[in-house]
């Protein structure tokens, strides 16, 4: 697992590696977009519904992590 | 008057909850070592309390998370090509100016030292241009509601921009430099205070004199030879060992009154478990920075100067001589009069 600083913003002189560098991250970011909608909305739901409902939910439960 | 903040009562927990970030962060550790990321993260490894993280990006209304997705994009530029032709000579002023140009509020410099760098994580540069940028007051007064964190991710993207544009002219010089945004792989807050912009606070944040807690940082490091800054004493322990302002309107409690040791050095420190619940149920809460009485603007100086003067008129009681000297010259005016 590498850091944004190693993953992206260390530049190679050469406009072929920045070019795929800028693509990486580009995807990486059209990826964060996806998961704001989906499985972000169905998070939201469910967390407006606890709060009205005065319950809880487990992070555990709606929340999954990627494997390293 | 306390002003009415949500209530530390959270619709969200753990079944099988994350190691204590107290414990990560080293409280009571009497040994010296480098922090540990646990939240907040750049990426580089999987931390503790990356659930709580990740349900606090994703509970963002669409236009804050909108703006931290476009500061990655813009952090692309962090580093990039040296000129071949090395300028000699000090260029320190020359980079201050360009980061002031380019809107930072203050700029400091400093060597990095270990307290900045997170455990595991070695860089090859030597020096830090540390950039403060102070958030707008009309903004921030609506803390803790969105409108305030919008403002937040706001200044982190133009700070990011003075960081990369610092960057970028320094190797044009010919010298390489990387900026480091929000998130990044070092921790600000130590290379601020060594850098002379301010000092840290009971609320665990900087304590600039110019804008008090209510900025956001970026750093540039460089192998760039230039002169250090040195650290400053604007009074900020006189004022917090005394005031108890964010101790008593943090809602989660998580502010002490007094210094703990947290990895072998006494300091002040924020109670993590309690605060980042808190953090994550008001989008960025940030209550006690703005609370803060360094924070009102234009009220800095001020400050310091009258805390200066207590501090001197309390050395000089505690000199017998001088004490007794300034009694009798008392009594010799109220004689004569």
């Given at each position: ?10 530049e190679s ?38 709060e ?17 | ?24 962060n ?45 500061n990655?994009w813009?952090?692309?530029?962090a ?20 980061a002031?140009a380019?809107g ?21 540069f ?32 133009k700070?990011?921009?003075?960081a ?33 912009l301010g000092?840290l ?43 108890r ?8 409690d ?9 990895r072998?050095v ?6 993590f ?17 703005e609370?803060?009485?360094?924070t ?5 100086p ?19 001589g001088?004490r ?14």
């Amino acid at each position: 697992m590498s850091s944004y600083e190693e993953r992206f913003y260390r530049e190679s002189p050469d406009l072929r590696s920045r070019v795929a560098r800028n693509l990486r991250l580009l995807i990486w970011l059209v990826g964060e977009l996806i998961a704001w909608f989906w499985p972000g909305r169905r998070i939201r739901r469910a967390y407006r519904k606890a709060e009205q409902d005065g319950k809880e939910i487990y992070l555990d439960d709606v929340i999954e992590l990627d494997q390293e | 008057m306390k002003k009415c903040f949500p209530p530390p009562d959270y619709a969200f927990d753990y079944r099988e909850g994350p190691v204590s970030g107290n414990v990560i962060n080293g409280l009571g550790e009497e040994t010296a070592r480098r922090a540990r990321q646990i939240f907040h993260g750049s990426g580089a490894r999987r931390l503790e309390w990356e659930r709580l993280e990740t349900f606090f990006a994703l509970t963002m209304p669409f236009r804050i998370y909108w703006q931290g997705l476009v500061n990655r994009w813009v952090l692309r530029n962090a580093d990039g090509t040296v000129a071949k032709t090395t300028v000699s000579g000090d260029r320190t002023e020359e980079v201050k100016s360009v980061a002031r140009a380019a809107g930072a509020g203050t700029v400091g410099i400093c060597r990095i030292t270990e307290d900045a760098l997170f455990e595991n994580y070695e860089t090859p540069f030597r020096y830090a241009v540390v950039i403060v940028m102070p958030m707008n007051p009309d903004e921030m007064q609506f803390l803790p509601e969105p409108r305030a964190a919008l403002e937040v991710m706001h200044v982190y993207l133009k700070i990011s921009r003075v960081a990369i544009k610092v960057a970028s002219a320094i190797r044009a010089m010919g010298w390489p430099a990387r900026a480091y945004g929000e998130s990044a792989d070092i921790l600000h807050i130590p290379l601020a205070v060594n850098a002379g912009l301010g000092e840290l606070g009971k609320h665990g944040s900087l304590i600039t004199q110019q804008f008090g807690s209510s900025v956001r940082l970026a750093t540039v490091l460089t192998n760039m030879p230039l002169t250090v800054d040195e650290p400053v004493d604007i009074c900020v322990e006189d004022l917090c060992l005394g005031c108890r302002r964010c101790t008593i309107d943090c809602p989660a409690d998580a502010i002490v009154d007094d210094k703990r040791l947290v990895r072998g050095v006494k300091k002040w420190y924020v109670d993590f478990d309690r605060c980042v619940p808190y953090f994550v149920k008001t989008l960025g809460c940030g209550i006690c920075i703005e609370v803060c009485p360094w924070t009102k603007p234009g009220r800095g100086p001020g400050l310091t100067e009258k805390l200066l003067a207590k501090r001197q008129k309390k050395a000089l009681a505690e000199i017998p001589g001088v004490r007794h000297v300034a009694r009798k010259t008392k009594t010799t005016n109220s004689g004569t009069d």
